[in-house]
């Protein structure tokens, strides 16, 4: 059931307590476990997992498997019972491979998932108790504390320097300060900052809150709705995959019609050798170790993913990344570190320190004019750094094995820790006892702390610079303590605007002595100002890499991200998703903008501008299915649980498996377990090497079943007995093809695959592009063993057969090496560099040398012995296949 109470954030708060019948002390335990009742519990629902059992059915729905089956029955009707269960063994190996590459992803993902804490602190009678946050109903007063995880959505009672992180819903970079004030109804979700949101957690501070929505009827209970609505499409390779089917499926048919019309009213064959004719031609015709070849392709696909740190959720994705034409890009945690890293620090009579490092690791150098200096002969600067060290509650936890430092406490002020840490001073290094605290007060925005140190007492200031300004009336100097003047105020003031153009995060840090043990809120003045410190989210050392290799690609990167406007594009500019001089050009939008737009200007505005701020999950949706319109193919990438609705819209959603929520995974395709940026394009690479590689196999599967169809056709226009047996036939489609097919599905990428443009998002397997190489091969197939077939007819049908499967198999043979690769000479790329082509070669020509030659095989199989110079003289033939192949190339290439 829906809560009936709408816009809290717009209420009095007197208002909002009449709307739930509620109280300041809160609920009763009775009225509380009737509105449970009513509510419901305070829980997403989870999406079910699909079960064992329908992933493994999930692997039939393919045109391909249904063709195959539809095979195994007919041979099962006409007594062909070899070729029936080859056809099904062939089918679930196919299964088998998707069932556990997909299996062992949802494994992974699995173990990604972190736990969460579910208890909440409310006020039931009159007294605080904790209970399970599934517990928790409209009208509940909850109370939030520092480290908190909030558990519903509520308006604020009561605050003191009440802070919350929002990151993974609104896409803010830092803690947002929370006020009791009323907002206009129209507010955006991120400026509510009277209300607290479900599945966001306390930076710092105390806080009463009445809850005002819990379950589906929250903020992320409105996200997962939003996925709910969102219809689960057919994947762009599940699409190709089923044309492909579609082809072969007329091919074989057509032949099998034609074979029998020519055969039995034109050549006047008896109905039933006409029927196991046509039998043998539509074996022909349907490739059996295509819908294997594929899987494996993927497979491999997915594994060479895993290895980059990408792992893939859906299977057909990997072949889905190489035709994205457009990436759109959270920033937080994606682009950025999701860590704020101090970077700069201005004291006043000397220029910038810049400070090397990055994240939270406690490693650095300070440097002026692009000199390291040495802290410990710099005592104002040693200063600063004691001021960040103890005005400060953050805490590092040190996972010494994976060498990863998690935060616990406010991002703010764990950076000026981590600064402090570079210059050797930590807290709980200097000798002081702390007498007294003041969290971070979003009315005064500073936080103090008073200590007692060698036997007088300081209190240590940090805060918004503008406001330690007003309150500061000395300056310290190398020369030691002095007047602050005007003109030193207006550098200052310079400075701090230059770094907030820069998108940094800009804090101020003094100090004074004073004789009371306990800090006076109200007689913080008199400060010492020492300098400020710039801090920023920032970008990842090889975000700036990757988006050069998208846009070399011909791949377009499109910032989509919840944050402010000039933080979005300061990280557009430092990546290079846009260029850092953009004159007067309107380089990004914000969400209340691109409302004002109608359909032809908001179309018009996703088309030529790449960053967008301050959205909410409702426009990143609408965002990416207008560029689907326009026959973009899009991945998205993201972290939030804002991301979830336009991950699961995109044709590839991509997660991070680290920092991103339980949401965004489940919506997601592929799950980065790095979370970066740059795992993206490294799997965009791979899924153009799978769809690459997914061509040439099919390629090479079908040119044999076209010239196996072919040459049936002939034959029986010409008065022949079938050169072939559909047992024959199966062997060559399976075995000779299915290992080499399955070696080629290994090849890895050739020369610059990141440097062409994507592929079209409707481009089929089978294309025009192909067609001059198939009518090359299918010629010399087909001439060669029919000539081969007519030579041989005098020592018997069964030798002529086994001379017709030996060019056959050679030809194919020779063929997969042109395949590696159809625009590149495969003597230069290697003949032989891949060695599990030469691997399955090796074991072809040993199976079909066993298949002729072994008398118990032979005779199963209808073969009789060649002598050796035939053979060879088969083998020389077979060539001709390679040869032409190469002179096409080097003819193609001189165009």
Request: overall charge neutral; proline content about 3%.
């Amino acid at each position: 059931m829906k809560n009936y109470l709408k816009y809290p954030h717009s209420l009095s708060l007197e208002s909002v307590i009449d709307e739930l019948r509620t109280t300041t002390k809160g609920l009763s335990n009775k009225d509380a476990q009737e509105r449970l009742r009513t509510y419901g519990p305070n829980e997403i629902p989870e999406a079910k997992s699909i079960s064992l059992f329908l992933l493994i059915l999930k692997q039939f729905k393919s045109w391909l498997v249904i063709i195959l089956i539809i095979a195994a029955i007919i041979s099962w009707l006409v007594g062909h019972m070899l070729d029936t269960w080859v056809i099904i063994v062939v089918v679930f190996i196919n299964a088998g491979i998707g069932f556990l590459m997909e299996y062992r992803a949802e494994k992974a993902i699995a173990s990604l998932k972190r736990m969460i804490v579910k208890t909440a602190k409310v006020l039931r009678d009159g007294e605080l108790v904790v209970i399970t946050s599934a517990g928790l109903v409209p009208g509940d007063v909850i109370v939030l504390e520092e480290g908190d995880n909030i558990p519903a959505d509520g308006r604020i009672i009561q605050s003191k320097n009440f802070r919350s992180i929002e990151a993974s819903l609104t896409g803010e970079s830092f803690p947002v300060s929370k006020k009791e004030e009323i907002y206009p109804i129209k507010t955006p979700l991120a400026d509510q900052k009277n209300m607290v949101w479900k599945g966001t957690f306390v930076a710092g501070g105390y806080a009463k809150v009445i809850v005002t929505g819990t379950g589906t009827n929250t903020a992320i209970g409105d996200i997962s709705e939003t996925l709910a609505k969102i219809e689960v499409k057919r994947t762009n390779f599940m699409k190709k995959t089923d044309v492909l089917a579609k082809q072969m499926s007329v091919i074989a048919i057509v032949s099998a019609v034609l074979i029998f019309l020519i055969g039995y009213f034109y050549r006047q064959f008896a109905l039933e050798e006409m029927l196991l004719v046509s039998i043998a031609a539509l074996v022909a015709a349907v490739p059996e170790g295509l819908p294997a070849v594929i899987s494996i392709v993927l497979a491999i696909g997915a594994k060479r993913m895993a290895k980059r740190n990408a792992i893939v959720r859906e299977f057909t994705a990997t072949e889905t990344l190489g035709a994205v034409t457009a990436i759109l890009t959270d920033k937080t945690g994606t682009l950025t570190q999701n860590s704020l890293t101090v970077r700069k620090v201005f004291i006043p009579g000397t220029s910038d320190y810049t400070v090397t490092g990055i994240g939270w690791f406690p490693a650095g150098n300070f440097m002026q004019q692009k000199v390291i200096i040495d802290v410990d002969k710099n005592s104002t600067l040693q200063k600063l750094l004691k001021i960040a060290a103890v005005s400060n509650n953050s805490e590092f936890q040190h996972d010494k094995e994976a060498n990863t430092y998690d935060l616990i406490g406010d991002p703010t002020e764990g950076a000026l820790s981590v600064l402090a840490r570079k210059g050797g001073i930590r807290s709980e290094d200097i000798q002081h006892y702390k007498l007294d605290d003041l969290p971070f007060d979003s009315t005064k925005k500073l936080r103090a702390t008073l200590i007692e140190e060698d036997k007088h007492q300081e209190l240590y200031v940090t805060g918004a610079p503008e406001k330690l300004l007003e309150r500061s009336i000395f300056l310290l100097t190398a020369q030691g303590e002095s007047k602050l003047q005007e003109k030193e105020k207006e550098r200052i003031q310079k400075k701090i605007s230059e770094w907030s153009n820069q998108a940094m995060r800009v804090i101020a840090l003094a100090y004074k002595r004073q004789d009371t043990g306990v800090i006076n809120e109200d007689a913080i003045d008199d400060l010492v100002f020492v300098g400020i410190a710039g801090m920023i989210d920032l970008p990842r050392l090889d975000s700036k890499e990757a988006v050069l290799k998208c846009q070399q690609a011909g791949i377009r990167v499109i910032m989509v991200t919840g944050d402010h406007v000039n933080t979005a594009v300061a990280i557009a500019k430092k990546t290079g998703i846009i260029e850092d001089k953009t004159g007067n050009d309107v380089v990004a939008l914000t969400e209340q903008q691109l409302l004002m737009l109608d359909k032809d200007e908001f179309d018009k505005a996703i088309i030529n501008i790449s960053v967008f701020a301050r959205l909410t999950p409702k426009m990143k949706l609408k965002i990416a299915k207008r560029l689907q319109v326009m026959e973009h193919l899009i991945a998205m990438t993201g972290d939030g649980v804002n991301d979830a609705p336009a991950l699961k819209q995109a044709d590839v959603g991509i997660s991070m498996g680290i920092m991103g929520t339980d949401v965004a995974r489940d919506s997601s395709d592929v799950v980065l377990a790095d979370d970066n940026f740059a795992t993206v394009v490294n799997a965009v690479e791979e899924g153009r090497i799978v769809f690459a590689n997914s061509r040439q196999a099919s390629f090479f599967l079908v040119t044999t079943n076209i010239a196996e169809s072919v040459t049936l056709l002939v034959s029986i226009l010409l008065g022949l007995p079938l050169p072939l047996t559909a047992t024959q036939i199966l062997w060559l489609n399976l075995v000779t093809d299915g290992v080499t097919g399955m070696a080629l599905a290994t090849e890895p990428g050739h020369g610059e695959i990141m440097k062409t443009r994507p592929l079209v998002k409707n481009e089929n397997i089978l294309n025009k592009e192909v067609i001059p190489f198939l009518i090359i091969n299918v010629v010399l197939m087909v001439g060669f063993s029919l000539a081969a077939f007519y030579y041989y007819m005098s020592d018997g049908l069964e030798k002529a057969r086994t001379a017709v499967f030996i060019i056959m198999a050679f030809t194919q043979l020779f063929n997969v090496y042109n395949l590696r690769n159809i625009h590149k000479s495969v003597f230069e790329i290697g003949l032989f560099s891949n060695r599990y082509i030469n691997l399955a070669v090796g074991i072809s020509v040993l199976l079909l040398i066993l298949v002729t030659e072994v008398p118990v095989l032979a005779i199963l199989f209808n073969f009789r012995s060649i002598y050796i110079i035939d053979l060879i003289l088969l083998f020389g033939l077979s060539s001709f296949v390679l040869w032409a192949g190469e002179l096409y190339k080097l003819l193609n290439k001189i165009k």
